[in-house]
């Protein structure tokens, strides 16, 4: 049964930094691309940044230069260093592991508010 579990997400200033962790279990963790999702409240859930297997990545224009995507195919988990955080980066934020099915997690919630 293949498990994604988010975690470090919370209430930050803006300008302030969080580091978001996805841990997996129940899969080959070095098959899978990583991604990581938001939704705003009332928005279209969006792409954040995606790694590959070989650890290539990618961003969505919003977030490039401010958030970073690693993994670590020891640990079977995959984080988002997310810095210089704005108040329109506030959002549930969702991982995803894709190869021949895709599995999301349950989300982890970052208010980013003075």
């Known amino acids: 049964q293949v498990q994604l579990v988010e975690s470090g997400g919370g209430l930050v200033q803006p300008g302030g930094s969080l580091r978001l962790s996805c841990a997996a279990s129940?899969?080959?963790?070095?098959?899978?691309?990583m991604s990581w999702y938001r939704q705003a409240p009332g928005k279209e859930r969006e792409l954040v940044a995606i790694?590959?297997?070989?650890?290539?990545?990618d961003y969505a224009d919003s977030v490039k230069g401010r958030f970073t995507i690693s993994r670590d195919n020891a640990k079977n988990t995959v984080f988002l260093q997310m810095n210089s955080l704005k108040p329109d980066d506030t959002a549930v934020y969702y991982c995803?592991?894709?190869?021949?099915?895709?599995?999301w997690g349950q989300g982890t919630e970052v208010t980013v508010s003075s």
């Open positions: 995803k592991a894709r190869w021949l099915a895709d599995y």
């Open positions: 129940g899969l080959t963790f070095s098959n899978y691309a």
């Open positions: 790694i590959t297997k070989t650890g290539g990545t």
